[in-house]
Each structure stands twice: as C-alpha cells, then as structure tokens.
C-alpha cells in the first residue's frame, strides 16, 4: 500500500509562487512516473507535470515555463514548483504515483493523493 501526502497549497496573488510537495509512503520498489494533476468543479482531472524514474519530464501546455516538476529519490518526494501564477491554475493540485510496484504486493498499481487546493487571486 502507497499513500500520498500533498502539501503546500494555498492562497497567492497572480504572478506570485507556490511549492507542492508530495511525500510517497510506503515500500515501493519501483514506479514508472510520480506527477502532478489538477481539476476544476465540473471539469476532469488533468495532467499538469510528470517525471519518470529516469528524470523525463512531461508538461502540459498551459503551465511549460512557469511550472517545475522535479523529485527527490532519497526522500519518494515529487515537487512542483509554479511561478508566475495565473487565476486560471486554480484547482485542486493531486499527486499521482503511476504504475507502482510495492514489497509483498503483486502487479502494478496507481495511487493518488488526497488533493490540496491552490487559489490564485487577480
């Protein structure tokens, strides 16, 4: 079993900066990606940024340029870094780690986060 604890959220002012960390609990042996999505009410949960266990990255259009993601093996934390931020990335960030392979579990599994809520003011 893996679980995912979000932190950092918050209020800011457009063009101001947040740092969401996600912390992976767990005996995890390997995992294909941990990253970060975000959802609206009434809209689906959408990608936002990505790493794999070989460092690629992947962002959605929206945020490339504002947006880090970045992890610190040592510790199974994943970080997104937002700058200049925009009222449109309001939403409730998750943390997702993908195709997850723990001690004593067979198979490969998906875990989110509880969500933390990022709102941006203009």
């Known amino acids: 079993q893996v679980q995912l604890v979000e932190s950092g959220g918050g209020l800011v002012q457009s063009g101001g900066s947040l740092r969401l960390s996600c912390a992976a609990s767990g005996r995890i042996l390997s995992f294909y990606a941990m990253g970060w999505y975000r959802q609206v009410p009434g809209k689906p949960r959408g990608l936002v940024a990505s790493?794999?266990?070989?460092?690629?990255?992947t962002y959605a259009d929206s945020v490339k340029g504002r947006f880090t993601v970045s992890r610190d093996n040592s510790k199974n934390t994943v970080y997104l870094q937002m700058n200049s931020l925009k009222p449109e990335d309001t939403a409730v960030y998750y943390c997702n780690i993908n195709r997850a392979v723990t001690s004593g579990v067979l198979g490969e599994y998906e875990y989110w986060g509880q969500g933390t809520q990022v709102a941006v003011s203009s």
């Open positions: 790493i794999t266990s070989t460092d690629i990255t």
